[in-house]
Structure formats: C-alpha cells, structure tokens
C-alpha cells in the first residue's frame, strides 16, 4: 500500500507592511480647504482674507500660509474693526499679521460713524453697520473674492452657503440663488462689480478647528482658555467686566472661572463657565456640548431667529 505523500507546507516569507495612504479627518478637512484658497488665488484676480484674530479666522491664516509656502500669502488680510474689539484679540492679529509679512486691511466702523456714513443703533450693536463698512472697503480696494472663516455648523443661515458664495454688485446675497458646487469644481466666474465670497472651512466643525489647533500646535490669544474673571449675569449669559461692560443698577459682579467660544465685540460676547486651561481640556468640553457658541454666547444673535440671514441678505460675511 502506497504511503501517502507528505503534506508540503508553504514556504515561511516575511509578512509585508503597506503603507497605510488613507487620510485622517483633519488631513482631508485641510487638504480640501488648501485646494478652494489656491483655486481662489488661480481664478480670481484680487482676493483679501477677511482675519479678525478669532480661532476660526486663525486656522484659515494659517491653512493659507500651508497653501503657498515657503511663499509668502500672495493676498492681504482685512479686518473689519468695530472699535469694540478685546483689546488681546487685537494685539494677536497684529503680531500674528506681523510675524506672516503680510498687508493688513483695516476697514474702521469708528472712522465711519464719525464721517457719518453709518449710524449706531441704539442697542450698542454694530453688527449691521459692519455691513456697509466692508462694502465700501470692497469697493475702495477693488477686492473680488473674501475668505471668510464661517462654518456651516454655527448657525442655520450660514448652513445653507456654498464654499463659493455669490455676491451681486450691491454686495447682497441671495440664499435661492446658489451656484451647483459638483466633485469640488467651482465657478468664481463674476463680472464688473461683483464678488465671491470663499468659505474655506464650511465643512469643518467647532471641534475640528480645536483638534486643528491642537495637533498643529496653534497659538490662539489667552481669552479662549479659562481664568477667573470678573462676570455679570445678563439673561443667563456671563459678560466679562471691561472698558465695554460696566455693572448695571442692581447687577452684582461676581468671580467666575470663565473662557470664550468666540470673540465677537467685547460688549455683546458673552463668556460660558469652564475649567479649561489647555486646548486638549477645551477640546474635551466642546466634544459633549450640544449649543453652538453663537447660541451661548453672541447676544447681537438673539435679536430674532432670522438675524443672520437678514444681514447676510445685505451684504455681512
């Protein structure tokens, strides 16, 4: 009887490793954000970042020096100064503007309310007169596309942009008349007088710019990580005490471990409670909160549910 053959066993070869080519979150968040700003700068022929030192603004600056270096950012920054900015976030965008070697654009509310081309409403907002401030900049300065830092995540107005927003020759937006955005291709086609504005980080959220800041290691100004503060309450919100709020009749102030979410005007962004000093512990609260930071802290949002997309309609970025 024939033995049975022997079992031949497959020769032993070292096991191969492939290189894993796949892109986090944030590697294509920012990858798609790279390619709109140097689609911007091949289309169109004078655009301007609109940078007001805020975190979002902040990523965006920094995502454009990714876009063209070891260049320099072959477009100046704007900001559009309400005259009631913190004093910190100020100091940031000029040393941050400063340490890139670019130009920087300042369009003053303050310049115009003087010259008497706008006029503050009584509410202490100026908000809406940022509008025709930025349009006449616009204008003065030929600009014809505007980064702007808004995600689609902060409020329903903003949600329903396209990552290139059409603006008519009056600077107005019309949400019903938004331009098809197909496999990432863009038309910035415009003509005299009219401008684009560019959304870069429309598909990011709160917390992708944290984890953005974090692993890029991203300086931001001090307001944005928690310290014991000098607070009134107004409404269920936490105003910081400065040169901008000042203690009502009746209101006590009171000492509270506080931070910003956002950094709007001094005198209508309010602060939320928090023990985050870090940016990981930031990143930490933002990933269990459920209110947006428009929604807990821009009082000049609270005016009506449609506020946004009222000045979005004349013209605000």
């Known amino acids: 009887?024939?033995?049975?053959?022997?079992?031949?066993?497959?020769?032993?070869?070292?096991?191969?490793?492939?290189?894993?080519?796949?892109?986090?979150?944030?590697?294509?968040?920012?990858?798609?954000?790279?390619?709109?700003?140097?689609?911007?700068?091949?289309?169109?022929?004078?655009?301007?970042?609109?940078?007001?030192?805020?975190?979002?603004?902040?990523?965006?600056?920094?995502?454009?020096?990714?876009?063209?270096?070891?260049?320099?950012?072959?477009?100046?920054?704007?900001?559009?100064?309400?005259?009631?900015?913190?004093?910190?976030?100020?100091?940031?965008r000029d040393r941050r503007v400063a340490e890139l070697g670019v130009e920087l654009v300042v369009a003053s509310v303050p310049d115009a309310i003087a010259a008497g081309t706008v006029k503050q409403e009584p509410n202490g907002s100026r908000n809406r007169i940022q509008t025709p401030v930025l349009l006449d900049a616009v204008e003065q300065h030929g600009f014809t596309a505007l980064f702007g830092g808004a995600r689609r995540d902060e409020d329903k107005a903003r949600a329903k942009e396209r990552v290139f927003s059409f603006r008519d020759e009056f600077g107005q937006w019309d949400p019903k008349n938004q331009r098809p955005e197909l496999w990432d291709l863009y038309n910035g086609r415009i003509h005299l007088g009219e401008s684009i504005r560019v959304f870069p980080l429309s598909n990011w959220t709160e917390l992708d710019i944290w984890s953005y800041i974090a692993h890029c290691d991203i300086a931001i100004p001090e307001l944005y990580l928690a310290a014991e503060r000098d607070v009134v309450d107004r409404g269920g919100m936490l105003y910081a005490v400065n040169e901008f709020i000042t203690p009502r009749e009746g209101e006590q102030v009171t000492r509270e471990s506080v931070r910003y979410r956002t950094v709007g005007d001094a005198n209508l962004t309010a602060a939320v409670r928090s023990t985050a000093v870090t940016v990981e512990e930031v990143i930490a609260e933002i990933a269990v909160t459920r209110l947006t930071e428009r929604g807990a802290t821009r009082g000049d949002d609270k005016v009506s549910d449609a506020a946004m997309e009222d000045r979005k309609k004349e013209g605000y970025f």
């Open 1 to 92: 009887m024939d033995r049975p053959s022997a079992v031949l066993e497959p020769p032993e070869h070292p096991r191969v490793s492939t290189v894993d080519h796949r892109l986090t979150q944030l590697q294509t968040l920012e990858a798609e954000s790279i390619h709109v700003i140097r689609e911007v700068a091949a289309e169109l022929e004078r655009p301007v970042l609109l940078f007001s030192g805020g975190k979002d603004s902040i990523v965006m600056l920094e995502l454009a020096r990714k876009a063209f270096a070891p260049a320099r950012i072959p477009f100046p920054v704007m900001h559009v100064d309400t005259g009631l900015n913190f004093p910190e976030v100020l100091a940031f």
